[in-house]
């Protein structure tokens, strides 16, 4: 109990999993399965077996739960359910099924407990079985955090494993022949006389079995997908541009509508008038949501035109108008009173600072940064009297249930989410402001499906972005070696921001303060993590890799300056340094690819980074060359350890793409405010690397790990270090500001 008290002390809810503080459960409640959701609306010659597995006599449904935001996670989910279901890819189809609390996140668990109690011993094992029994009880249904495959790499293969048997009983009932004595094969029963009986005639009586839960699972070298190029189980649809994303989707008879809110992000309206754009052609009607109005239209570009013609008295933005306020805020945190968590405090960083006459320190700022996926935000909402029906691309389904339930009135279960593909989310979709406002417009027309879609400006200026961060560091070399490592961080707490619009509560520190920071594998003798938490600022939102994403920047380009001055290699010390056998050979691997052997002289310049984040470890080597153009990014070398790559090819698109993700948006990207609102309305002032500024990338997995983790975000944190690391060894430049485009220029 001691220790459950040192838990819930620090924080019930930790990091980016999301947990109301003082809820309660018991061992019955925790141990009672949730129903499967699939039982509720099945039809005569259905089965469901398991959350994950529908059968009718079309064939077989996977359900996959967690959104697929062009990452893959529907042909992922697939794979690993029909790995152990002996049924073929091309012979299913996926949906993502209703929302429901038998979808739970469990990996969520993972970083915030061991934020909670580092390490991996009993606390360890302790605070991970108090979190995950928390999102269990609450059926916390999201997907973020690269946690699609850690979560269903066990999890979903059970509920194949699961299925293939109860079809095996099913046959045997059919047949009189022995369950023991009948195998599956590609979507089929085999008979010991060579006959086979498909599952989909199999689906009625199995219906009447009740699956069975311990199967076991089979040996990885009986494996036909997983480890193996596979083809995505959407690629026709996306080839052939006939895939139905969000912003695609029609339902009969709906409206039109988009919105104008205060540019001054959150501030008030005082008053509009809207009699210009009441007379133009298709304009059906303008009302008051929250923070704006809505426009309906026959179309959404006439809904657009018109928002231009209203006429509005905004209030002010409540957050500091101009963008030294922003950065001032943090320069005033670095203090005791914000003190928000210190993780890490080996050896004594204070002795070490007294005894020696000569202290290295340095300052480093990240930006906001918006999500800008290119798919805009859209949502369809049809409100009737007892029910309501929703239609977009999102990764909280059940958050939107129960948002649209206090808007409305109306039951959360009776708020149906159809999850549509998104294009694209960094993020950005772990927001529903979207649904609620077309839910409110809804509301005032009753029976009519109303599609909301935002402008790319309006979207833009009202994205909850990346929080603004800065960090400081301090250190001290000895003989050729990094002896002292202090590094305070101070930000806004995004967890916080995030959470209080969905009506939940923060207690304890926020561990993405420190992420990608306090738990780096590098056992300097002297080293100290902090976090200081700001005040709030702009409203900001989990961007992809989250705090990672700037505390990668700050911890690597921190020891490279430390390693600088101690006149040693940053590959060679970090080798030195590391404690971390897993880390070690995703070093040793980067710096094979690459062919690491010290300076490369005439121009050219090398950095390395390594960041450990979700549990990855992820190395990254960038090559550059200085043109009379600029910086020329030459060549990335790239690797990660995952415990085992589901995909290859899917894996090495997914760290290409984040290795670009992070190296356009530190080079070029940021959002600044005048006056609270956002200077920045479009692609054109946040631009992400150009095609012709594309490295060569290659990328290496490594599965030497014990734990199968996710890719999505992992490859972004170490981009924007190696590549300040790699301008450093090639012009002597030392960037400690993102983007960097503010003081060189990119060929």
């Excluded at 001691?2 to 109301?20: D, E, I, N, Q």
């Excluded at 699972?217 to 996306?238: C, N």
């Excluded at 029976?447 to 990346?466: A, C, I, N, Q, W």
């Excluded at 971390?580 to 010290?598: H, I, T, Y």
Aim: net charge negative; with cysteine; hydrophobic share 40%.
């Amino acid at each position: 109990m001691g220790r459950l008290k040192t838990f819930t002390r620090r924080a019930f809810l930790v990091g980016s999993a999301a947990v109301v503080g003082g809820v309660a459960f018991g061992v019955y409640t925790v141990r009672t399965p949730h129903k499967n959701p699939l039982l509720a609306d099945l039809k005569t010659g259905e089965a469901a077996l398991t959350p994950y597995v529908r059968i009718d006599a079309d064939g077989v449904t996977l359900i996959t739960p967690r959104a697929d935001k062009g990452q893959g996670a529907y042909s992922v989910q697939a794979a690993l359910i029909a790995e152990e279901l002996d049924i073929e890819l091309d012979q299913i189809k996926v949906d993502p099924g209703p929302p429901s609390p038998a979808y739970w996140n469990e990996a969520l668990a993972e970083e915030a407990a061991a934020f909670m109690a580092p390490g991996d011993g009993v606390t360890n094992w302790a605070a991970h079985g108090f979190l995950s029994a928390a999102m269990k009880t609450i059926g916390m249904q999201i997907t973020g955090g690269s946690t699609t495959v850690p979560d269903g790499f066990v999890k979903l293969r059970q509920a194949g494993a699961s299925a293939r048997e109860t079809l095996r009983l099913a046959a045997a009932q059919k047949t009189g022949i022995a369950a023991s004595e009948l195998e599956t094969k590609a979507g089929q029963v085999i008979l010991p006389d060579g006959t086979s009986i498909p599952y989909s005639e199999l689906a009625t009586i199995a219906a009447g079995i009740e699956p069975p839960q311990d199967v076991a699972l089979r040996d990885p070298s009986q494996w036909r997908l997983i480890g193996k190029p596979m083809q995505r189980v959407d690629i026709v649809e996306k080839s052939t541009g006939t895939l139905n994303y969000g912003i695609d989707h029609k339902i009969d008879g709906m409206v039109h509508a988009t919105v104008v809110l205060n540019p001054a992000q959150t501030g008030p309206m005082n008053s509009f008038d809207a009699s210009e754009a009441l007379k133009m052609r298709g304009i059906k009607d303008v009302v008051e949501i929250t923070g704006g109005v809505g426009i309906i239209a026959d179309n959404t570009w006439r809904a657009f035109q018109a928002a231009r013609a209203i006429e509005f008295d905004w209030g002010p933005a409540p957050f500091p108008a101009a963008m030294e306020d922003h950065w001032q805020a943090l320069s005033n945190s670095f203090n005791d009173d914000a003190l928000d968590s210190r993780q890490r405090d080996d050896g004594d960083v204070e002795i070490s600072f007294a005894e020696t006459g000569e202290v290295i320190s340095a300052e480093y700022r990240a930006p906001y940064l918006a999500h800008a996926p290119l798919e805009p935000i859209s949502a369809i909402v049809r409100v009737d009297d007892d029910m309501v029906e929703v239609w977009t691309g999102t990764q909280i389904p059940r958050f939107i249930q129960n948002n649209i339930s206090k808007i409305t009135g109306i039951d959360a279960d009776m708020v149906i989410v159809h999850v549509l593909y998104m294009g694209g989310s960094f993020g950005h979709r772990l927001e529903d402001e979207v649904v609620k406002q077309a839910t409110e417009i809804a509301m005032q027309m009753k029976g009519t499906p109303v599609k909301l879609t935002y402008s790319r400006e309006e979207d833009m200026v009202h994205d909850f972005p990346r929080q603004i961060a800065m960090a400081r560091m301090r250190g001290v070399v000895r003989d050729g070696k990094v002896e002292t490592y202090d590094l305070g961080i101070t930000m806004p707490s995004v967890v916080a921001s995030q959470m209080a619009r969905q009506g939940l509560s923060v207690p304890g520190p926020d561990s993405q303060i420190v992420a990608g920071a306090w738990d780096q594998p590098f056992a300097i003798p002297n080293q100290r993590v902090t976090g200081y938490r700001a005040p709030e600022l702009a409203p900001s939102s989990s961007w992809r890799s989250v705090g990672a994403s700037s505390n990668g920047f700050f911890y690597n380009a921190g020891l490279d300056e430390l390693i600088h001055a101690a006149g040693a290699d940053p590959m060679e010390e970090r080798l030195r340094l590391c404690s971390n056998d897993e880390a070690r050979k995703v070093l040793e691997a980067v710096a094979e690819m690459s062919g690491w052997d010290g300076v490369l002289g005439n121009g050219r310049g090398r950095g390395v980074a390594l960041t450990q984040s979700f549990g990855v470890h992820c190395a990254e080597v960038i090559e550059v060359t200085m043109t009379d153009a600029g910086i020329k990014i030459d060549k990335v070398y790239a690797a990660a350890e995952v415990g085992t790559v589901i995909d290859p090819v899917n894996f090495d698109n997914l760290v290409k793409g984040g290795v670009i993700f992070g190296l356009g948006h530190a080079m070029n990207c940021e959002i600044t405010y005048t006056d609270g609102i956002a200077d920045q309305d479009n692609f054109h002032v946040f631009e992400g690397m150009r095609m012709h500024q594309c490295p060569e990338i290659e990328v290496r997995g490594l599965e030497n790990g014990s734990r199968t983790l996710g890719i999505g975000e992992p490859p972004v944190p170490p981009a924007a270090p190696a590549l300040a690391g790699a301008i450093f060894a090639a012009t002597g430049i030392r960037l400690r500001e993102m983007p960097f485009s503010k003081f060189v220029d990119f060929a």
